[in-house]
């Protein structure tokens, strides 16, 4: 065994995905703004023309200039450096950049823009507004090797926002040996923060613990002292067996997660394990004198990492879709949706520090703790959740679906999970995301969604709604099925649509007159759009499931973590549910007649039809955009409403649609309805003021603690 040299180590922290990651030693830096309102005093108010108009445009990046012994390293007076801030989130992504070494630091310039490019906050570094802040720009920041230093900065007409900027410090390894090896490692908690990791090392030679131990419960030193956590990587010497091929594993490792009293809670003690070859240790060296080290991650990285919590969601989602594409109409696929993502959010909510049960406001039930532990592993739980809840809601459905692939998924999933964590931590967390179901499952039973109801009659009323034979008048009683939001049915109801009248000067005259010149006029995108938001059962998604896939799909896209999956989908389950529930009430209280009828029997365009049948209840207001806004207004509260996206979630048919922010698709909806004729106009917007007013009443309830 070859000798260790002495080295002289620091932390690190990082946030990227790979397994094993080879860069010198680093610690990271990231910004906080103290807020300043400055309306209210007079004398900022004479120079108020020198800074940005106070707004409350959402943040989307900061551009920044670091410079070091009077030279700029990051960004320049005429370029400043841009860095993107996560959607939703008040901090910034990783870029390689701002990987920099230890030493002393000038923040030089720090401003926050919106999506547009606008300049939204500035740190002030001149002129009359010195005096309003405690610490003007520019701001000197000392780096020292493997910590997360925070520091403060000031801005101006910015209030209850926090900008995290997040870069690396390098650090080299001096080393002389050949056969030296190094092994550093993350913590990730279930929100994602990422923390050094407090750990130890067992070594066998062999490929499995049951070869010849040389290390035993070797730990890193970790400290606290100062303002910042920090850890050392564990360095050791291992054999260069010459007996052993170049590419074969002689030597098995494994790292344990220890507890860190004050930085990170109770860990239980996950273990990483893996082998290594010669190839693989002497790959660590970078160099004559640098030594790279091997990065494990407990609970983030690839083990837990957010793009594989996206995944996780997508890949249920996508399941979801080919059921629902076969099978049910939209209420059910609301159902499901709903429920399925309730139970996904309790099941991962007591790893969310700043989250509470939202099922216990709602049902006045408490999830049922009962020898369930809170430190579980949460992919694991959320999965359980997701695969009971669906098989135990598909059964209540009037056609229940085939539950074979959701066995599949499952299991496929736990596969994934195998190793990442004890068998005990595994299964444990796996129980109680089916206990959530259960609980979750045994309430959504009282909603009523699908109780009989009496045959709808329509009354004699000029311009009353009737079915046409053979169909029959869906979704009467929807209305009185239990919301989420007590009594939204109630609290949304929109005013009644135009009078009826066959006047020919009249608005619902006119209304039907331009229903009829649409339709004559049709362009091949006009087409597009329709058809790519046409409901065809067996073919093609129904609404719930089309923004469903598409919030998935965004999800994926922004590689959002677990816990912040959860939420979203949560609220967006909820939004679409109710929405339903709302609409189909008002449809039903005014019983408006469809264009279709009125064309015909009225302007006497007794050819004349919609490009697609009308759907089985009345035309006011639209429930494609109900539930196109009730998405909406939950995806705008998280991305910001100058979101720009795609639409690929049927590509295969109809190709992709851009759009440059989220009210855009909510046009396209309507547009669907308008010009297909469906719908009128009014319907369709005010389909629109139902869905974002249940949108609006969902982000208000009480996730946040």
């Not at 956590?229 to 010497?237: D, E, H, M």
Request: hydrophobic fraction near 40%; aromatic fraction near 12%.
């Amino acid at each position: 065994m070859v000798c260790l040299t002495a080295c002289l180590l620091f932390i690190t922290s990082c946030s990227r995905d790979e397994n094993i990651l080879n860069e010198p030693e680093t610690a990271t830096l990231a910004f906080g703004p103290v807020l300043n309102d400055l309306m209210a005093n007079t004398t900022a108010k004479q120079s108020l023309e020198d800074l940005p108009e106070c707004t409350s445009d959402v943040p989307s990046y900061v551009m920044i200039i670091l410079s070091q012994n009077g030279a700029t390293v990051v960004g320049t007076e005429t370029a400043p450096f841009r860095v993107n801030l996560t959607p939703n989130q008040d901090f910034t992504v990783e870029v390689p950049e701002l990987e920099l070494s230890p030493g002393r630091y000038t923040l030089d310039y720090f401003a926050v823009h919106n999506a547009a490019g606008d300049l939204i906050w500035v740190a002030p570094a001149e002129g009359v507004f010195l005096n309003f802040v405690d610490k003007p720009l520019p701001i000197t920041i000392d780096l020292a090797a493997g910590v997360k230093k925070y520091v403060e900065v000031d801005v101006l007409c910015f209030d209850d926002k926090f900008v995290n900027e997040y870069g690396y410090l390098f650090f080299d390894l001096d080393t002389t040996e050949a056969i030296e090896f190094c092994i550093f490692g993350n913590y990730c908690d279930a929100t994602g923060r990422h923390y050094p990791a407090a750990f130890s090392v067992d070594v066998w030679i062999g490929t499995d613990a049951s070869g010849t131990l040389i290390y035993s419960n070797l730990e890193n030193n970790v400290s606290t002292q100062g303002e910042d956590p920090s850890a050392a990587p564990l360095c050791l010497a291992l054999p260069d067996l010459s007996e052993f091929a170049d590419n074969e594993d002689y030597i098995y490792y494994e790292v344990t997660l220890l507890d860190w009293a004050g930085v990170y809670g109770d860990v239980d003690n996950t273990i990483i394990s893996g082998t290594l070859s010669r190839e693989d240790i002497r790959a660590n060296f970078n160099g004559d004198d640098t030594l790279d080290y091997e990065h494990v991650r407990f609970g983030c990285g690839s083990q837990n990492a957010s793009q594989f919590d996206s995944e996780m969601i997508t890949t249920w989602t996508e399941l979801f879709v080919e059921m629902h594409r076969t099978t049910y109409f939209n209420p059910q696929s609301a159902k499901h949706f709903a429920y399925t993502w309730l139970a996904l959010y309790e099941a991962v909510v007591p790893g969310m520090p700043s989250y509470q049960s939202i099922f216990s406001q709602l049902s006045g039930e408490n999830i049922a703790y009962e020898g369930i532990k809170s430190d579980l592993y949460w992919p694991a739980s959320a999965n359980a959740a997701i695969a009971q809840l669906s098989r135990l809601i598909l059964q209540d459905f009037p056609q229940p679906a085939n539950l074979a692939a959701i066995e599949e998924m499952e299991a496929a999933f736990n596969a994934e999970f195998t190793g990442l964590v004890s068998e005990e931590k595994l299964q444990r967390s796996i129980a109680f995301g089916k206990q959530v179901a259960v609980q979750v499952h045994e309430w959504s039973t009282t909603d009523n969604l699908f109780s009989s109801c009496p045959p709808y009659v329509p009354n004699d009323a000029p311009g009353t709604w009737a079915p046409t034979p053979p169909a029959e008048a869906a979704g009467a009683c929807l209305g009185d099925s239990r919301s989420f939001i007590a009594n939204v049915a109630e609290n949304v109801l929109p005013g009644p649509p135009p009078a009826y009248s066959e006047d020919p000067g009249s608005e619902f005259y006119q209304m039907n007159e331009m229903i009829y010149e649409i339709s004559l006029s049709l362009t091949p995108e006009d087409q597009r759009i329709m058809a790519a938001w046409r409901d065809i059962p067996g073919v093609k998604l129904n609404g719930p499931t089309h923004v469903t896939k598409l919030t998935a799909d965004l999800i994926n896209e922004e590689n959002l973590n677990l816990a912040d999956a959860s939420v979203l989908l949560a609220q967006q389950g909820m939004a679409i549910f109710d929405a339903i529930i709302a609409t189909m009430n008002a449809k039903y209280e005014y019983t408006l007649v469809r264009p279709n009828t009125y064309i015909q029997e009225v302007l006497g365009r007794t050819s004349w039809n919609s490009v697609y049948p009308t759907p089985p209840h009345p035309s006011y207001p639209v429930i494609a955009t109900s539930v196109a806004a009730a998405t909406i207004e939950i995806l705008e509260d998280y991305f910001g409403k100058d979101y720009a996206f795609e639409d690929a979630t049927q590509d295969e048919m109809f190709g992709i649609f851009s759009y440059n922010s989220l009210d855009a698709l909510i046009d396209d909806v309507k547009l669907s309805r308008t010009h297909s004729g469906l719908n009128y106009q009014i319907s369709a917007d005010v389909g629109e003021q139902v869905g974002r007013a249940v949108g609006e009443h969902v982000l208000n309830m009480n996730f946040r603690k």
